[in-house]
Nanobody
Framework: QVMLRESGGGLVQAGGSLRLSCAAS????????MGWFRQAPGKEREFVAA????????IYADSVSGRFSISRDNSKKTVFLQMNSLKPEDTANYYC??????????????WGQGTQVTVSS
């Protein structure tokens, strides 16, 4: 069983930065690919970024490429999402997810409860 807990959300002005963290627990969690997703009010959940279990492969949604960076520290079972140059349209509840296998935009089995990010204009 894998459990995920996000933290680091908050209110930030447009152009600012935030760093989200996802603390994972579970026996084999360091062998899982990890992803970040987000869901804005009235919209469907969308993929943001993913990272392979070794951390050597990352993928990003076009909307965040060049502004967001995903990383992981397997010694601490933690995944990070560094968000720079934030825009009001980045406002959403951000979720951490885990899956066995490759880092992909879908197919995640385990989900956290989410952390709210609000970007003011």
């Amino acid at each position: 069983q894998v459990m995920l807990r996000e933290s680091g959300g908050g209110l930030v002005q447009a152009g600012g930065s935030l760093r989200l963290s996802c603390a994972a627990s579970g026996r084999f969690v360091i062998s899982y690919a990890m992803g970040w997703f987000r869901q804005a009010p009235g919209k469907e959940r969308e993929f943001v970024a993913a990272i392979s279990w070794e951390g050597d492969s990352t993928i990003y949604a076009d909307s965040v490429s060049g502004r967001f960076s995903i990383s992981r520290d397997n010694s601490k079972k933690t995944v990070f999402l560094q968000m720079n140059s934030l825009k009001p349209e980045d406002t959403a509840n951000y979720y951490c997810a885990a899956r066995a296998g490759e880092a992909t935009p879908s197919g995640y089995s385990y989900w956290g409860q989410g952390t709210q990010v609000t970007v003011s204009s």
